[in-house]
Nanobody, 125 residues
Framework: QVQLVESGGGLVQAGGSLRLSCTAS????????IGWFRQAPGKEREGLSC?????????YKESVKGRFTISTDNAKKNTAYLELNNLEPEDTAVYYC?????????????????WGQGTQVTVSS
């Protein structure tokens, strides 16, 4: 059974940082691309960043380049991270981890095969 479990969300002041984690199980991690999305209240879910776990290629939406960093842990081969820096109140949203077997599907079309339940990030001004 495929599972993606996010953690690391919380309440932070503007300008602060958080590191979100995504722990995956039920599939071969290196065969998939892992991505991070978010959905703010009243808005559609948007793709933020994506990593091809096999070669560590990364992709970012222009709006988060330079502030967010996606990575995977070589020691914990089934874990991906999204580091959020210089957070703004507009970054308040539920953040989701997702996986797809095809890199292009996830990292270009922002479509996923599997989704986590999400973790709330709230940025206060």
């Amino acid at each position: 059974q495929v599972q993606l479990v996010e953690s690391g969300g919380g309440l932070v002041q503007a300008g602060g940082s958080l590191r979100l984690s995504c722990t995956a199980s039920g599939f071969v991690f290196d065969d998939y691309a892992i991505g991070w999305f978010r959905q703010a209240p009243g808005k559609e879910r948007e793709g933020l960043s994506c990593i091809a776990t096999a070669d560590k290629s990364t992709y970012y939406k222009e709006s988060v380049k330079g502030r967010f960093t996606i990575s995977t842990d070589n020691a914990k081969k089934n874990t991906a991270y999204l580091e959020l820096n210089n957070l703004e109140p507009e970054d308040t949203a539920v953040y989701y981890c997702a996986a797809a077997a095809r890199i292009y599907q996830l990292c270009s079309r922002w479509e996923a095969d599997y989704w986590g339940q999400g973790t709330q990030v709230t940025v206060s001004s």
